[in-house]
C-alpha cells in the first residue's frame, strides 16, 4: 500500500534551520512528484512546495521563497524540506503528498514543528 | 494567486442530512479542482477530483459539481464519520491554494 512517512519534526528556536524528510513506499517513487503542504494549529491548509519526479521543476510559496528548499534522491525514496530562517509562522504540522496529475492523492502522516524560543 | 473561498464557515447538521457546500475561485480554474476530507486528529484525504471525480473508495454519497469558478460538494445524507473539515483546492495555477475551509458539525 501507499505510504509516505515524514521524519519527526521538534521544537527550534527563531531564526534556525530544521530538515524534514519524507520517504515513500508502496509505488514507484521515481515516477511521482511530491508536495509538501502545512497547517498551523487550527487553522487550514497551505501549500509550501512541490518537486517534480526528476526535480527539474520545483516551485514554492512566496511565504516560504528564498527560505525553504525542497530535493529529492529517488535512489532513496526520499524527499527533503530544508527550512532556513524558521519564525514563528512556520510553526505547523508539516504533510508531504503525492502529486497525482496535480491534485494530492495520498497524504503523510504529519511532522509537528515548533518555532518557540 | 487564485484565491479560493469556502462557504459556510460552520455547517451545522444532523445525521441523514443532505449537505451542500460552496467553493469559489477568483478567477477561472476549469475544472482542475479537488476536494479533501480532514477528521478531527487525522490527514487530509482526497475526496473528489477534477471537480466531479469520487477517489477511489470514496462512497457514492459524496459527488462533486461545477467548473469555472463555482463549485459545490454535495453528501447526499450525512453519516457520523462524515463530521469533518471540508477544502477545495485548484491546481490550475501556481502556486496551489486551498479554500479555507468549512466544518460540517453535529447538529
Known amino acids: 500500500q501507499v505510504q509516505l512517512v515524514e521524519s519527526e519534526g521538534g521544537v527550534v528556536q527563531p531564526g534556525t534551520s530544521l530538515t524534514l524528510s519524507c520517504v515513500g513506499s508502496g509505488f514507484t517513487f521515481r515516477t511521482y512528484a511530491i508536495h509538501w503542504v502545512r497547517q498551523a494549529p487550527g487553522k487550514g491548509l497551505e501549500w509550501v512546495a512541490f518537486i517534480s519526479y526528476d526535480a527539474s521543476d520545483k516551485y514554492y510559496a512566496d511565504s516560504v521563497k528564498g527560505r525553504f528548499t525542497i530535493s529529492r534522491d529517488s535512489s532513496e525514496n526520499t524527499v527533503w524540506l530544508q527550512m532556513n530562517s524558521l519564525g514563528a509562522e512556520d510553526t505547523a504540522v508539516y504533510y508531504c503528498?503525492?502529486?497525482?496529475?496535480?491534485?494530492?492523492?495520498?497524504w503523510g502522516q504529519g511532522s509537528l514543528v515548533t518555532v518557540s524560543s | 494567486e487564485i484565491v479560493m473561498t469556502q462557504s459556510p464557515a460552520t455547517l451545522s447538521v444532523s445525521p441523514g442530512e443532505r449537505v451542500t457546500l460552496s467553493c469559489r475561485a477568483s478567477q477561472s480554474v476549469s475544472s482542475n479542482l479537488a476536494w479533501y476530507q480532514q477528521r478531527p486528529g487525522q490527514t487530509p484525504r482526497l475526496l473528489i477530483y477534477?471537480?466531479?471525480t469520487r477517489a477511489t473508495g470514496i462512497p457514492a454519497r459524496f459527488s462533486g459539481s461545477g467548473s469555472g469558478t463555482d463549485f459545490t460538494l454535495t453528501i447526499s445524507s450525512l453519516q457520523s464519520e462524515d463530521f469533518a473539515v471540508f477544502y477545495c483546492q485548484q491546481y490550475k495555477n501556481w502556486p496551489r491554494t486551498f479554500g479555507q475551509g468549512t466544518k460540517v458539525e453535529i447538529k
Open positions: 477534477d471537480a466531479s
Open positions: 503528498a503525492r502529486d497525482q496529475r496535480d491534485y494530492f492523492d495520498y
